[in-house]
């Protein structure tokens, strides 16, 4: 069984702590700190170098730590890189198939009188096997056609995502995964580009590229915060621009990149199972509780947490049927 280490007991309450300090990490240095000074002899105790001393003592232990595992993501990152550029030619690939299937059209192909009566009588028994399931549904009708039916209005308005999760749109297309998300975005020059010819300006929750001088071809609102750190952007075969960055709440699909954009469904995403499998039990459960939540509230459906709120309130009122809740409002 996943046994989470003991330094990372107070995660969820130090991580609870940060959060409600707009000065972020120098702001909690100086809570911290200021504790120590007020309700312990961390400075006075053993003297002000051995305190000096613990404290970049933990600064190089947990640095260390850290350098690793930033070092560990980079290699995720370019791993995950590789992989959506596979599944993005793949796609390519199917597209030309398909393109190229439709432009040589259908081949006129002669048939003996046998071969078009057998064709013909194939035809007829497909049409009586038809008509006949199509009546005994009339009859007796499904529920899975109620749940096609309702699923389809669910998804009323909304693009099917491509084999990157994400869409292929007229002037760019973009992936995505729990993680990252990828942008391509073909350029359309006569001249092989280079960086000076280009506007890329990737913030936390906007993103603008173009040609110098000229109308940018992306410019608006992100779908959500991203880590600018850990963004980057590169020039592809001298025509195109590809931008990769790391989502800030690496536990949601996005349903559009920037605002504007058509949205995808995204109950038809498919996620990386495998990717799933790596993960402990403990943190793959609240992964999927979140993918969970995500679809139920575009349903207009409680989450797992809103749900169990209300099955508490229901047993409340059940266990004491003298108080009148008529009047209580519940947010």
Same mark, same amino acid.
């Given at each position: ?27 909690? #240095? ?8 007020? &309700? ?18 933990? #600064? ?5 730590? !850290? ?26 690939? /199917? ?23 057998? #064709? ?10 038809? $008509?006949? /399931?199509?009546?005994? @549904? ?12 309702? !699923? ?17 749109? =007229? ?11 990828? +942008? ?9 580009? @280079? %960086?000076?010819?280009?506007? +890329? ?6 993103? @603008? ?15 959500? =915060? ?17 931008? $990769? ?58 989450? %797992?947490?809103? @749900? /169990? &709120? ?14 009148? #809740? ?6």
């Amino acid at each position: 069984a996943f046994r989470m280490p003991d330094h990372e007991r107070y995660d969820s309450v130090l991580l609870s702590l940060a959060q409600q300090m707009p000065g972020g990490v120098p702001e909690l #240095f100086d809570v911290v700190f200021g504790f120590l000074s007020r &309700k312990t002899d961390f400075y006075t105790g053993a003297g002000v170098d051995q305190a000096r001393a613990m404290v970049l003592g933990a #600064f190089e232990k947990h640095g260390a730590g !850290a350098f690793k595992q930033e070092e560990q993501k980079k290699k995720e990152r370019e791993a995950q890189a590789k992989r959506m550029e596979e599944a993005r030619k793949l796609a390519e690939k /199917k597209r030309e198939e398909e393109e190229k299937a439709r432009l040589q059209g259908p081949s006129i192909v002669e048939v003996t009188d046998e071969e078009a009566a057998e #064709f013909e009588r194939k035809q007829k028994e497909q049409k009586e096997a038809e $008509t006949k /399931k199509t009546e005994e @549904k009339k009859k007796d009708p499904s529920p899975s056609d109620d749940e096609d039916e309702e !699923a389809k209005k669910e998804a009323d308005g909304k693009m099917a995502p491509n084999a990157g999760n994400g869409a292929d749109l =007229e002037k760019y297309c973009w992936t995505q995964t729990l993680n990252d998300i990828e +942008v391509k975005i073909p350029m359309h020059v006569t001249f092989p580009l @280079k %960086s000076r010819d280009l506007v +890329v300006e990737v913030s936390k929750k906007h993103l @603008k590229v173009g040609i110098r001088g000229q109308p940018p071809i992306v410019d608006g609102p992100l779908r959500a =915060e991203i880590k600018t750190d850990t963004s980057n952007w590169i020039i592809e075969d001298k025509k195109s621009v590809v931008i $990769t960055f790391e989502k800030l709440n690496n536990m949601e699909w996005w349903s559009y990149l920037v605002e504007g954009d058509p949205e995808i469904n995204t109950q038809k995403v498919q996620p990386e199972n495998s990717k799933l499998s790596d993960l402990d039990g403990e943190t793959r459960q609240m992964v999927e509780k979140m993918m969970y939540d995500q679809r139920q509230k575009e349903m207009g459906l409680p989450t %797992s947490e809103e @749900k /169990k &709120k209300q099955d508490m309130l229901k047993k409340f009122m059940a266990q004491h049927p003298e108080m009148d #809740f008529s009047q209580a409002k519940f947010n």
